[in-house]
C-alpha cells in the first residue's frame, strides 16, 4: 500500500502524475491549494461577489457547493446561493434533489430549483418524447445542455449572481474540447476555457470552472473524505452520449501515459484563446426572449418553436433554424 508522501501514513490517492501520495489530511491540504491556485490563476473571482453555484445534485457540483460555501466564509465580500436546474428526468432527478436540499440545508446555503417543465414549457422527458415525434434526430444531450445553460444564465441574472461557479473538473473540459474536434464544432469549441460568458455583455453572467486544473478522480475523493458522496444515480441518457465512450478512452491512456489529460488541456488552452481573439465579437441580443444569442434568435428559442413549445413570430422563418 502506498505511503502519504508529506507524512507517511497510509495513502487514499496516488497521483501519478507528479509522482506522489496522500493521506486524507494531506489529501485535503493538496486539493485545496491546487483549488486555490487555479482560482488565481484564471483570476476567477473579485473582492465583492454574489456567487452562485450551478448545482446538479451529481458530486462535482456537490463538492462545488461545498468547496464554495466553505472559500467564502474566509472573504468577507463573499455570498453563496445555489441552483438546480430539473430537467425532469425519471428515475434521475428525484434522488438528486433529495440529495441537493440534503446537502445545501446541512451547509446553510440557500438554493434555489428551476425546472424546464415550468420555464421552457416541457420536461426533458416530455422534449425527447416531442422530438420523437416530429422526427427530430435523436438527441437527449444536445437539448438537455441548450436548455440547461439558457436556464441557468436567466435564473442566475434573477438572483442577482455577479458570477456563476459549476463543478467542471479537467475531464469535463477535456472531454468537451475532444468531442468538439471530432464533430468539427468550432463555435462550441471557441465557448470553452476556465472564465467563460463575456463580462462586458450585461446579458451574461461570467462563468468560473474552479476545479479547472482538477481531474475527475481527485472531486471524488474530496467528496468522500468529506462525506457527502452522493448516491451514484447517472443520467439515462448519459451513456447513449459520444462523451461516455470518450471519457473511457481518455482514462485509458491517461492511465498508460500519466500526464495525457493536462496535456490535452494545454492544448486546448492555446487553440481556445487564438480562436476567441481571431473571433472577437460581441454576442447579440435574441430578438424574441432578450437573452444573449450569437444569431438574431438565440439556440433555447429556435429549439422551443421546433419542438412546438413556443409560437413563432410572424417575422421568423422556421426553415432558417439548422437542425
Ligand atoms: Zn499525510
Ligand atoms: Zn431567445
Redesign the pocket.
Known amino acids: 500500500m502506498a505511503k502519504?508522501s508529506?507524512?507517511?501514513?497510509p495513502a487514499v490517492y496516488v497521483a501519478k502524475y507528479e509522482g506522489k501520495a496522500?493521506?486524507p489530511?494531506?489529501f485535503l491540504e493538496w486539493f485545496d491549494k491546487r483549488v486555490r491556485k487555479t482560482i488565481r490563476k484564471y483570476k476567477m473571482f473579485r473582492k465583492k461577489e454574489h456567487i452562485v453555484v450551478a448545482v446538479s445534485g451529481g458530486k462535482d457540483s456537490l463538492a462545488a457547493m461545498h468547496y464554495m460555501k466553505k472559500l467564502s466564509e474566509r472573504v468577507p465580500g463573499w455570498t453563496v446561493e445555489a441552483l438546480l436546474i430539473d430537467e425532469g428526468i425519471k428515475d434521475y432527478r428525484p434522488t438528486t434533489i433529495k440529495d441537493f436540499k440534503k446537502w445545501a440545508e446541512e451547509w446553510e446555503v440557500p438554493y434555489r430549483i428551476v425546472s424546464f417543465k415550468e420555464e421552457i414549457g416541457a420536461s426533458l422527458d416530455e422534449i425527447i418524447i416531442k422530438g420523437h415525434e416530429l422526427g427530430l434526430p435523436y438527441q437527449p444531450c444536445s437539448y438537455c445542455g441548450v436548455f440547461r445553460r439558457y436556464l441557468l444564465n436567466k435564473a442566475a441574472k434573477e438572483m442577482g449572481a455577479t458570477v456563476l461557479v459549476t463543478g467542471h473538473n479537467l475531464d469535463d473540459e477535456i472531454q468537451t474540447f475532444l468531442m468538439n474536434i471530432m464533430r468539427h464544432d468550432v463555435d462550441r469549441l471557441a465557448r470553452l476555457g476556465p472564465v467563460t460568458g463575456i463580462a462586458e455583455h450585461e446579458g451574461f453572467v461570467r462563468r468560473v470552472k474552479i476545479f479547472y486544473d482538477i481531474p475527475e478522480k481527485e472531486v471524488v475523493v474530496y467528496s468522500m473524505i468529506n462525506g457527502f458522496f452522493p448516491e451514484f444515480v447517472e443520467c439515462p441518457y448519459a451513456r447513449l452520449g459520444f462523451r461516455w465512450d470518450l471519457r473511457h478512452y481518455i482514462n485509458l491512456l491517461e492511465e498508460k501515459y500519466p500526464g495525457t489529460k493536462f496535456m490535452i488541456q494545454k492544448s486546448l488552452l492555446d487553440i481556445v484563446s487564438a480562436l476567441k481573439k481571431e473571433r472577437g465579437g460581441k454576442p447579440k441580443k435574441c430578438n424574441i426572449c432578450g437573452e444573449p444569442a450569437t444569431g438574431d434568435v438565440c439556440r433555447a428559442c429556435e429549439l422551443r418553436m421546433l419542438l412546438g413549445l413556443m409560437e413563432p413570430p410572424d417575422w421568423f422563418d422556421m426553415k432558417s433554424i439548422k437542425i
Open positions: 502519504c508529506v507524512c507517511g501514513r496522500y493521506c489530511q494531506h
